[in-house]
């Protein structure tokens, strides 16, 4: 504060306007360069998928392509199990997008308002579970599965899909909830309202947005993952969109141009996210951040 | 067991025993004459192959299979998770030579399930690398021999005049001959298990090999040291080889040819049904094949993708009575037909290059040359985590991060240390 | 957005009419709270008693005592992966909160063009890391790649990035930072337009430039943000599997072996299950150190300033 206030005593208005207008043209430069560098990656997975394959491996580099076909698509679906895989990660996303939230409103809300021993030590526990690598669960996972006998199931993803982002839901709906007026529960409780009712009829439907959020946020963490599907399942009773691009290696070749169609086919419900429900998804990847 | 006898026993902490119990047998809802089985699958055919596998097997048995397809990466990692868990998923595994140690206690052995007579149509350096050298017992049954040639553009070589590489010498004459332009004249692979293995080779041929008579690594020998520098030197100095080999494994090495960019490189016989069709190959009618190279000796590998019975499986008997079909002779020839698998049957083998013409004769008898003087890394405890060191190490020395003789003395020490706390040595 | 923490102390220290009594509480926490117990840390309190045994298929798991971890820690392997890990989180963390602070502020300004960028932004971060690991593997190749082929168009020398030990760490990074600034803008950007307005006002009034009042209004109140978003990134890049995974498999020569692709490879090509599970948690304890430090440096100073 003491610099700004030394400063304050010579300020220099004419050197400040000229700084204005060529930040501003340093700003649209700097704007251009990041939009270019954050889409181009993405293009060129675009231009792989729309090539021939004998265009993918062509020295020196066509950059464009030299005709745009559609036949790796058309392979994706035909010479590869693509519809299933589309099926069962639909289905997997979202019953853990269901399941996540009937468990953890109820969570979050208890968390947030009632006087529970051991608060605590479950925050505690939400952060470490966070922060496990998926890795160290693999094996014993695999196991506690195969207990169940559902290896190999879309059961066994969607449990272990909403164990996983639980913590996540919690956190960003304790947030919303803290948000809620105790006065509004109160008045609907002394109207008679049961806890059960207050946390459905009232508090669920002022929290709509959160809800929104942390669904938009589950089902895309849950349509992109690879380890636990890669772990828990082997045919495609129950593999997922992630599991079939990793098929697209095979022994004798890598099949670029059918894999950047699927991985293209991936990214479609992110851009379907991201242009109609932006504003969820900003509120569910920054609330609890914000809010520390 | 039950499941709740071994959660017990976890609670009280012996959990040596609990390692896996906790994936109790009762899984195990299939009839009694079906059986469950997780197959190794690549490329269109393999699905059809195995659907045609399983209904001749039901037809004549009436047993049913259940099974399950993954490639070969996928389908290693998943056997090694489902044995972790020691599942009784599937009775049947599709498995490798590649791996095998690490499931010599797992795997249930085949020993009593085939007669001397019938042990011995395979070929000796199939079985003898399927089992576990400590009991003998034979952990799996060989499905399909995979031993590799050279395969090159013959239509470049015929242009420049130049003849396939015989020797160490004449594959960096050829290769720098044909280097240019945005093409190479050979690919290797440089990566993980595809690394050990070309390294493997280089070993064999160079005059070294993995361990002395006591079972110490001696793979730091001087012709270690010389065969690494070679390997080396094919990327680093003569440039022969497209620089982003050393991330490259076998799909990539295979790409390189099919797809016109390099020249030669050494595959796998699945690569000869891979480049003749025009929906995976660019050079259809542009190449042929040639002997491995050779330097003091003419080794490479053998080994073979093989048929193995989960030891905890329930229904042993109809299980194996599928894998023997999967290594009968109809099988064998079937595979042969569809993607030119080499048989793993010495008899049905003999037969399929009696029947063959042209290049395809030549190409087979050059096979056959390999596996007869084929050999493997050696089947010690712990030798899969050894392997696990010799990725890096040998990665190391191809990226000129180490000198190949310091980076294989590191890995000397270390794998001796590796397999002493295996047990290799008690 | 709304002011940061204005909640917390709402209502709860007040004594309330409603029967908002423990019992309730657990009785809504606890099918949550079971889920999670049963498929996380059932999972994760078994592989940690097992990173203590000679874990593997042999039958026998033999107990080890803390071996499994001096094995690691003392091994050269395991240093090597540490020090990549250790590389890998610093550059990739200090680029993306820095490139994503301003990147913030310039989106934070009123450009045309600024509501599209916004929205593209969104898309790295959501897309699956399989998807991005698969496609810096195709960028980077350097015989059919797209970032050569440029380089070579204009004449630039040629960089061997997955191919040298360096560059393919410098090339994870690169896909890492790819996906994970915009996040970083994100969270900024969130931050920056609830800050309160008076203070910047002020400051406008007195004359401050706009960097001295980025330096010394703006950042100070950006720290709780600031902290979030390096927490976050420091938990996750400890847990960065699927890029690397399928850019490099921690090649070439374990240049790009992170701690869980290292554990990983010991689980299912090494088949040493007890090694890998240590290897995980020390990876985990590594991060919850990190995090300690993280908030306990701070707090300990403003404790001492205190006194």
């Not at chain 3, 200090?94 to 600024?114: P, Q, S």
């Amino acid at each position: 504060m003491t610099d700004a206030a030394t400063v304050a005593t010579r300020p220099r208005p004419k050197r400040r306007r000229r700084r204005f207008t060529a930040g501003t043209a340093g700003q649209y430069l700097a704007l251009a360069l990041t939009v270019a560098l954050t889409v181009f990656p993405l293009v060129w997975l675009f231009l792989t998928s729309i090539r021939s394959s004998a265009d993918i491996f062509s020295v020196p580099v066509h950059i464009i392509p030299e005709t745009a076909t559609l036949t790796q698509y058309v392979s994706v679906f035909t010479e590869y199990d693509t519809m299933d895989y589309v099926w069962n990660t639909v289905i997997v996303s979202v019953a853990t997008v269901i399941l996540v939230h009937l468990l953890a409103i109820p969570c979050a809300y208890a968390l947030s308002r009632f006087r529970m021993p051991g608060a605590m030590l479950i925050f505690g526990l939400l952060l470490i579970m966070r922060m496990i690598p998926v890795i160290a669960l693999a094996i014993p996972l695999f196991a506690v599965f195969a207990a169940f006998g559902l290896l190999d199931t879309i059961w066994a993803l969607i449990l272990s899909h909403t164990a996983a982002k639980l913590p996540v839901a919690i956190w960003l709906l304790l947030g919303f909830i803290q948000d809620v007026p105790k006065e509004i529960e109160e008045a609907a409780q002394s109207d008679g309202a049961g806890t059960v009712r207050t946390l459905v009829q009232i508090v669920a439907p002022l929290i709509a947005p959160g809800i929104g959020a942390s669904a938009v946020i589950t089902f895309l963490f849950t349509w992109n993952d690879l380890l636990l599907a890669l772990t828990l399942t082997s045919s495609k009773a129950a593999q997922t969109l992630p599991v079939g691009l990793t098929n697209f290696v095979s022994q004798f070749g890598i099949d670029w141009g059918a894999m950047s169609a699927a991985g293209v086919l991936m990214v479609i419900p992110t851009l379907v996210f991201v242009w109609f429900a932006q504003g969820l998804l900003v509120k569910g990847l920054t609330t609890g951040a914000v809010r520390g | 067991m039950s499941a709740s006898l071994s959660r017990r026993k976890f609670l009280a902490a012996s959990a040596a025993v609990t390692a896996g119990s906790l994936a109790a047998p009762w899984v195990a809802r299939a009839q009694a004459n079906e059986i469950t089985a997780l197959l190794i699958t690549g490329g269109p055919l393999y699905p059809k192959y195995w659907e045609k596998i399983v209904q001749d097997f039901t037809a004549k048995t009436g047993i049913k299979v259940r099974y399950d397809l993954l490639e070969f990466t996928p389908l290693t990692s998943k056997v090694v998770t489902l044995s972790a868990a020691r599942s009784s998923q599937y009775d049947v595994y599709s498995t490798h030579t590649a791996q095998i140690d690490s499931y010599f206690n797992h795997f249930a052995p085949l020993n009593s399930y085939f007669s001397e007579s019938e042990l011995a149509e395979f070929y000796p350096v199939a079985v003898k690398y399927l089992s576990d050298p400590k009991t003998g017992n034979l952990a799996a049954i060989p499905r399909n021999m995979d031993a590799r040639v050279q395969y090159y553009r013959s239509d470049v070589y015929q242009e420049k005049g130049l003849k396939p590489a015989e020797t160490w010498e004449d594959l960096v004459d050829v290769g720098l001959k044909l280097t240019g332009n945005g093409h190479y004249g050979l690919v290797v692979p440089g990566q993980g298990d595809p690394a050990q293995r070309t390294f493997s080779d280089l070993l064999w041929q160079a005059g070294g090999d993995w361990v002395d008579q006591a079972n110490k690594p001696a793979f730091n020998s001087e012709a270690g040291i010389k065969a690494l520098t070679f390997y080396r030197d094919l990327i680093q100095k003569h440039k022969i080889v497209p620089p982003d080999a050393v991330g490259y494994q076998w799909n990539e090495n295979s790409t390189e040819l099919s797809s016109g960019t390099v020249y030669a490189n050494f595959d796998w016989p699945g690569a000869f049904a891979t480049l003749s069709n025009p929906e995976t190959s660019r050079i259809v009618g542009k190449w042929s094949t040639a002997p491995y190279i050779r330097d003091k000796a003419a080794i490479s590998c053998a080994i073979s993708h093989a048929m193995a019975l989960n030891g905890q499986s329930g229904r042993k008997e109809p299980a194996v009575e599928f894998i023997k079909y999967t290594v009968g002779p109809e099988a064998q020839r079937l595979q042969f037909e569809q993607f030119t698998n080499f048989p793993s049957s010495q008899v049905i083998a003999k037969e399929v290059i009696a029947a063959a013409k042209g290049p395809q004769a030549t190409w087979l008898q050059q096979l056959e040359t390999t596996i007869a003087n084929g050999k493997e890394w050696p089947k010690l405890a712990g030798f899969s985590k050894v392997c696990t060191l010799m990725f890096s190490a040998i990665e190391q020395a191809l990226t000129d991060q180490v000198s190949p003789s310091d980076s294989l003395n590191q890995a000397a020490t270390e794998a001796e240390e590796i397999m002493r706390r295996a047990g290799a040595y008690d | 957005m709304p002011p940061v923490a204005q909640h917390q102390v709402s209502g709860r220290r007040r004594r309330s009419p409603l029967p908002y009594t423990w019992q309730r509480g657990y009785l809504l926490a606890s099918p949550a709270l079971l889920v999670m117990v049963a498929i996380l840390i059932y999972p994760l309190g078994y592989s940690f008693i097992m990173s203590f045994f000679r874990w593997d298929l042999s039958g026998s798991a033999p107990f080890a005592g803390v071996g499994n971890y001096t094995d690691e820690l003392f091994g050269r392997q395991f240093n090597q992966a540490l020090r990549n890990q250790t590389i890998f989180s610093v550059v990739s963390i200090t680029i993306e909160v820095v490139a994503g602070m301003a990147i913030a502020v310039l989106v934070n300004g009123k450009l045309r063009g600024m509501r599209l960028a916004r929205t593209l932004l969104l898309v790295p971060p959501m897309i699956a890391p399989a998807v991005v690991g698969l496609n810096f593997r195709w960028l980077f190749n350097t015989q059919y790649g797209l970032v050569d082929a440029l380089l070579r168009m204009f004449n630039l020398p040629e960089i061997p990035w997955l191919n040298h030990p360096t560059w393919a760490l410098v090339s994870v990074i690169i896909a890492d930072v790819w996906q994970n600034t915009p996040l970083m803008v994100l969270l900024f950007l969130a931050g920056l337009q609830s800050l309160p307005q008076e203070p910047l006002e002020a400051a406008t009034v007195d004359g401050a430039t706009p960097w001295q009042r980025f330096w010394h209004i703006v950042l100070p109140l950006m720290r709780p943000v600031i902290m979030i978003a390096l927490m976050l990134r420091i938990i996750d890049t400890f847990r960065t599997f699927d890029v690397v995974w399928l850019m490099t498999q921690g090649g070439p020569g374990g240049a790009t072996n992170l701690l869980t692709v290292y554990s990983y490879l010991l689980a299912f090509q090494a088949v040493d299950f007890g090694h890998a599970a240590a290897v995980s948690y020390i990876a985990l304890g590594m991060s919850l150190f990190v995090l300690g430090l993280l908030y306990g440096i701070p707090w300990l100073i403003a404790k001492r300033r205190a006194i």
